[in-house]
């Protein structure tokens, strides 16, 4: 059983940046694939991207493509999402999830992953 956490959320004005935290207790984040979601009011749940376990896989949802890094620490066993160029339309509450699997892809699919994080509120304003 994973427990994650984000962090990293807050206010940002458009145009700035953020860096979003996944982790959960230990190193067991290492085994598993780490995608990033996000759902603003009213809307479907959204892939944004995601890590192979190795690392060496990533993947991004075209609307956040060249503005969205996702990378990982594995000896902190934490993934991060850094966030720039932010827009209004990136508001939303963001998740981490995780599959446990050592693979060398990943997908931004919600149905691939088991655990859930509770989300960190991401609000792009001037």
């Known amino acids: 059983q994973l427990q994650l956490v984000e962090s990293g959320g807050g206010l940002v004005q458009p145009g700035g940046s953020l860096r979003l935290s996944c982790a959960t207790s230990g190193l067991t984040l290492n085994l598993a694939t780490v995608g990033w979601f996000r759902q603003a009011p009213g809307k479907e749940r959204e892939g944004v991207s995601c890590?192979?376990?190795?690392?060496?896989?990533?993947n991004f949802a075209d609307s956040v493509e060249g503005r969205f890094t996702i990378s990982r620490d594995h000896a902190k066993g934490t993934v991060y999402l850094q966030m720039n160029s932010l827009k209004p339309e990136d508001t939303a509450v963001y998740y981490c999830?995780?599959?446990?699997?050592?693979?060398?892809?990943?997908?931004?699919?919600?149905?691939?992953?088991?655990?859930w994080g509770q989300g960190t509120q991401v609000t792009v304003s001037s």
């Open positions: 999830a995780a599959h446990l699997a050592l693979g060398t892809m990943c997908s931004t699919w919600d149905d691939d992953y088991d655990y």
């Open positions: 890590i192979s376990s190795s690392g060496r896989f990533i």
